[in-house]
């Protein structure tokens, strides 16, 4: 099995909730298996600066299934827990971005991995860190913790007290 690295948002409606719920309906997905979910953290909004601030967790899971399959569910679930559409880098009820499958490297029309622009967000960097400090980007050839001393972004980033702990 791989380590795959997933990206978890939200920033509209009750954000813990959201993040809650999608880290619980990760195991339903067949053939993943969550391991591990990282601590919460608050962070300012990227892109589109003018929304509410955001919650974002990471979580290490396995699959079986491929990353093309695996980024299918997962953008069903978001669809099923009530993400709606909005404007690139707009406010979202839930994101669960799939940001790294063990080593590989994909780059086709419907999805790129690693995540490409994984590298140049704190948000998304200070999670991994806590989950894999040493766990190495495979286009990069550099740890997280080595992308995150790199990072340009230079956002606030609050490690909350929330939990997130994952399903039994």
């Given at each position: ?61 396995e ?21 709606t ?9 839930i ?74």
């Amino acid at each position: 099995m791989n380590a795959i690295f997933l990206g978890l948002g939200s920033n509209k409606g009750d954000r813990f909730s959201y993040l809650r719920q999608a880290v619980d309906s990760l195991n339903s997905i067949p053939g993943v298996t969550v391991n591990a979910v990282s601590s919460v953290y608050e962070t300012e909004p990227r892109g589109v600066e003018d929304q509410s601030d955001f919650l974002n967790a990471a979580a290490l899971v396995e699959s079986s299934v491929s990353a093309e399959e695996l980024a299918g569910s997962l953008k069903m679930l978001e669809r099923s827990l009530g993400r709606t559409a909005s404007e690139r880098w707009g406010p979202r009820e839930i994101d669960i971005d799939l940001l790294l499958y063990g080593s590989l490297v994909l780059d086709t029309a419907s999805l790129i991995i690693p995540h490409p622009e994984l590298h140049k967000r704190r948000f998304v960097l200070e999670p991994l860190r806590e989950l894999d400090p040493d766990f190495v980007h495979p286009r990069l050839r550099a740890s997280i913790s080595t992308l995150y001393t790199r990072c340009p972004d230079k956002g606030w980033v609050r490690k909350t007290s929330m939990k997130l702990t994952q399903p039994e």
